[in-house]
């Protein structure tokens, strides 16, 4: 099945039947990856007097209670109203359509042997996602202008289904690979990382904020330059999805919040 996207004015085409999911699935069956010090996300019966909702235990039907916190236990896309006072849905932001997106992968740079800045400034041990590995990985000979980037970092451990990045220090970005992005007028990104920023990083968010557009001390709806933009993290690009042009779906339940459970769904480019 064909889907035909007009970008530009040209009219491009994508696989919908070769459609491949870059979500962690949270089966609650495994450890998924989290972060932060969240508790990992549950799934129980649901108890109310004498009904439980299990058929295992005898009940007539499964009925179960879910508790997760999606910027910490799994794939989820979130909006600048993670950074904002004011709440905000993420689910009324992302796009309901086809996003054209290119799949790009990079190696992050030890934090020592780049000129690459960070706020705060990173440890000596850190692994940075840098402007300069950027550029090298994308090519600019495109058959179209994406508006989403998808980043598959090295190495590519499938570990990242689990990963406790309490315990660890994730590669993130400088503050000069945020601004690229920006330059480069990427709307939505997709990552296989816990964050954006360090996990530790004093409350700053620098990377979060220039992506959005929201200067470093506001909170404030108004001040946000880019508030169509989304940042969905967690998510993991298998080895057999090739760096390339895809159009990207952004698949998300119409649950509140500034972050969502996310299934980030790409579909190749056929010319």
């Known amino acids: 099945m064909i889907a035909k996207l007009t970008i530009a004015g040209q009219e491009h085409a994508f696989a919908l039947d070769r459609g491949v999911s870059l979500a962690i699935a949270t089966d609650f069956q495994t450890v998924g990856p989290h972060h932060f010090g969240a508790p990992l996300a549950a799934s129980q019966p ?24 999606p910027h910490c236990t799994g794939t989820h896309t979130e909006t600048v109203a993670h950074l904002l006072r ?4 993420a689910w009324r932001v992302i796009p309901k359509t086809l996003l054209p997106a290119a799949l790009i ?19 000596g041990t850190d ?13 600019r000979n495109r058959p179209f202008e994406p508006r989403a980037l998808i980043i ?31 330059a480069q007028n990427f709307q939505h990104v997709v990552l ?19 992506f959005f557009g929201l200067p470093a001390t506001s909170r404030d709806q108004a001040d ?5 933009c989304t940042i969905t993290e967690l998510a993991y690009v298998p080895d057999e999805v090739v ?11 119409a649950i509140g919040g500034d972050a969502v459970p996310s299934q980030p769904v790409v579909y190749p480019y056929c010319k």
């Not at 992968?105 to 440890?123: D, F, H, L």
């Open 46 to 69: 649901l108890a109310v007097g004498a009904f439980t909702g299990e058929v295992a235990t005898g009940a007539s039907a499964n009925c179960r209670t879910i508790s997760l916190t």
């Open 86 to 89: 004011a709440p905000g849905d």
């Open 105 to 123: 992968t990079v190696a992050p740079e030890p934090a020592r042997e780049t000129r690459e800045s960070t706020v705060p400034a990173p440890w």
């Open 127 to 139: 692994n940075l996602i840098t402007e300069r590995r950027l550029r090298a990985a994308f090519m």
């Open 152 to 182: 598959r970092t090295l190495p590519n451990d499938p570990a990242k289904h689990s990963t406790n990045a309490t315990e660890t220090v994730p590669p993130y970005f400088t503050q000069e690979a945020a601004h690229w992005l920006v």
């Open 192 to 210: 296989d990382i816990p964050s954006f920023d360090r996990m530790q990083d004093e409350g700053k968010l620098t990377g979060h904020r220039i």
């Open 224 to 228: 946000v330059a880019r508030p169509s």
């Open 243 to 253: 760096d390339g042009n895809y159009a990207l779906l952004l698949a998300v339940p």
